[in-house]
């Protein structure tokens, strides 16, 4: 193990953990780095430290010892309609160098990397495929609709409707405190919750893991299995780039055709791609979406929150119609 060796190379290392609340018994465990989104910047990232908790332990079962990062994220909805959008592409690349730097700093035999919204997912991915090391991605998930199926991007909406007068303050103010009922991803299939199931498609999260509602306790299930499954990928030195092949991305692509997925993909998946010396051009992803149907009926595009999508079978749903272009 990796862990090991640079042990003999640094002997304060040692001593450092043990400083850290480490055993000596851990000392000799797979090392496993627990990168995480978590932070009180927004609701998909205000709830990860309990997915973190659950990947520890996890990778406790499995014979490993679990280290804690962090490198939290911005939300753009927060940073909408004023000089905050100028901050939101860059900070999905400095996410990814401070988590290369986590790791490239200190050794670590395997990652789990556990986050849910637009620039933190991508970065999770480029640094997933920068490190190459045994890693997985475990999505946040996706917050419960309102009542009457509220979901945030109706906010906007509702915003005009009182400008014009068409509703009361009182109510106006009801929708806004209803649109984000609880931690996760928005309701509906925008960046956040295209990259999660990208994620997913790419093959490097679990079968059946992107956009679980967070108030679903099998998500809890699925943080302590991947905590489990980051030890063994370790033992089984399955690579990051053994996963993500061009084959990897074109089947994504078409998921995302199928999912009518947000357009910033065609931003993020050749980033990631690029981090493996692979080309994704915008051609590509035209002549994939111009033969894949489109599949979903959830917002925006459609009628139903974007719950209701890892309801009715999510990613492995999609997959089962054999897609083919």
Same mark, same amino acid.
């Given at each position: 193990?990796?862990s090991?060796?640079?042990?003999?190379l640094?002997?304060?290392?040692?001593s450092?953990?043990?400083g +850290?609340?480490?055993?000596i018994?851990d000392?000799?465990?797979?090392? *496993?780095?627990?990168e995480s989104?978590?932070g $009180?910047s927004?609701?998909?990232s205000?709830h990860l430290?309990?997915?973190v908790e659950?990947a520890?332990?996890?990778i406790?079962?499995?014979g490993?010892?679990?280290?804690?990062?962090y490198?939290t994220d911005?939300c753009?909805?927060?940073?909408q309609?004023h000089?905050g959008?100028? !901050?939101?592409l860059? +900070? #999905?690349?400095?996410?990814?160098a =401070?988590?290369e730097?986590?790791?490239k700093?200190?050794?670590?035999?395997?990652g789990?990397f556990?986050?849910?919204?637009?620039?933190?997912v991508?970065?999770?991915?480029?640094?997933?495929?920068?490190?190459?090391?045994p890693?997985?991605?475990?999505?946040?998930g996706?917050m419960k609709?309102?009542?009457n199926?509220l979901t945030?991007?109706?906010?906007?909406?509702?915003?005009?409707?009182y400008? #014009?007068?068409e509703?009361?303050?009182?109510q106006?103010?009801? !929708?806004?405190?209803?649109?984000c009922?609880?931690?996760?991803?928005?309701s509906?299939?925008?960046t956040?919750?295209?990259?999660q199931v =990208?994620?997913e498609? /790419?093959?490097?999260?679990l079968p059946?893991?992107?956009? *679980?509602?967070?108030h679903? $306790?099998?998500i809890?299930?699925?943080?302590r299995?991947a905590?489990?499954r980051?030890v063994?990928?370790e033992?089984?030195?399955l690579?990051?780039?053994?996963?993500?092949? *061009?084959?990897?991305?074109?089947n994504?692509?078409?998921v995302h055709?199928?999912?009518?997925?947000?357009?910033? +993909?065609l931003l993020?998946l050749?980033?990631?791609? $690029?981090?493996?010396?692979?080309?994704?051009?915008?051609?590509?992803?035209d002549?994939?979406?111009r033969?894949?149907p489109?599949?979903l009926?959830? #917002?925006?595009s459609?009628?139903?929150?974007?719950?209701y999508?890892? !309801?009715?079978?999510?990613?492995?749903?999609?997959?089962?119609?054999? /897609?083919? !272009?």
């Open positions: 193990m990796k090991q060796e640079l042990r003999k640094a002997p304060e290392l040692d450092l953990r043990l +850290s609340g480490w055993s018994e000392l000799s465990k797979p090392q *496993i780095i627990v989104s978590y $009180h927004h609701p998909g205000a430290n309990k997915l659950e520890g332990k996890g406790s079962d499995a490993g010892r679990a280290a804690n990062y490198v911005i753009d909805g927060e940073a309609g000089d959008m100028n !901050y939101s860059v +900070s #999905r690349d400095i996410m990814a =401070m988590m730097i986590h790791v700093a200190t050794p670590f035999d395997a789990i556990i986050t849910s919204c637009d620039k933190s991508p970065a999770h991915l480029m640094a997933i495929a920068r490190l190459n090391m890693a997985l991605l475990l999505p946040g996706i609709a309102g009542p199926l945030l991007e109706q906010i906007g909406t509702y915003s005009a409707q400008e #014009r007068k509703i009361s303050e009182e106006f103010l009801a !929708y806004k405190k209803d649109a009922p609880t931690c996760g991803a928005c509906f299939m925008g956040a919750s295209t990259m =990208m994620a498609a /790419l093959g490097i999260a059946g893991s992107a956009l *679980i509602p967070t679903v $306790h099998y809890k299930e699925i943080s299995y905590g489990q980051s063994e990928l033992k089984e030195e690579l990051p780039s053994d996963i993500l092949t *061009i084959d990897a991305f074109r994504a692509i078409m055709a199928a999912i009518a997925g947000s357009s910033n +993909s993020h050749p980033a990631i791609a $690029h981090e493996l010396g692979i080309d994704l051009p915008p051609e590509l992803f002549e994939i979406h033969q894949i489109f599949l009926n959830i #917002r925006p459609g009628f139903w929150p974007g719950e999508f890892w !309801y009715a079978g999510g990613v492995p749903a999609i997959l089962e119609e054999r /897609l083919t !272009y």
